[in-house]
């Protein structure tokens, strides 16, 4: 059984490439790309808190099996970092094009299931170690960690709410 966790740096990758912003999920490292800045998405941080009485969200119906399934879960405020590298050439008026870009496709939500209730960057800084000009930035989510379970009470799946399965 997956809390679904793992789903969540990949989901944010995968809308900030449908806004037309070159991204990739910080692990596993891979080689960046040289052909303009990109937003490497890390996950920095998870808060859970109970979303109902004893996490109880109700039920809901099964179509597979014809059964009703009770959903149980937690309210979770996650902390992205989407970082942004891009080479030493220029001034750094890329990255602030590429933050500009990114910042748009913030406000306009986020992938299914994950509202952005707010984001910052840093100032632009050359980092020695991957030997680029380096942005940081931060994105705050709220999701919803849900789990069905059948009327024996075991627990048949647990799923980032929103978000697609693969």
Not at 114 to 125: M, N
């Amino acid at each position: 059984m997956s809390a679904g966790m793992e789903q969540l740096c990949q989901a944010m990758a995968e809308y900030l490439k449908t806004c037309g912003i070159l991204a990739e999920a910080a692990f596993p490292m891979a080689l960046r790309r040289e052909e303009g800045p990109v937003a490497v998405v890390s996950l920095r941080g998870c808060q859970a808190e109970s979303a109902g009485f004893q996490d109880y969200l109700g039920e809901r119906f099964d179509e597979q099996t014809g059964r009703w399934e009770e959903v149980f879960g937690k309210k979770a405020k996650i902390t992205f970092g989407l970082d942004l590298y891009a080479t030493e050439k220029g001034d750094g008026q890329q990255l602030q094009k590429a933050f500009d870009q990114l910042a748009g496709a913030l406000i306009l939500g986020g992938p299914e299931g994950l509202r952005v209730e707010e984001f910052s960057c840093g100032q632009t800084e050359y980092d020695g170690e991957s030997r680029r000009l380096r942005r940081s930035v931060q994105a705050v989510c709220t999701v919803y960690l849900s789990a069905a379970a059948q009327s024996g009470g075991e627990f048949v799946d647990f799923e980032l709410r929103g978000v697609v399965k693969p």
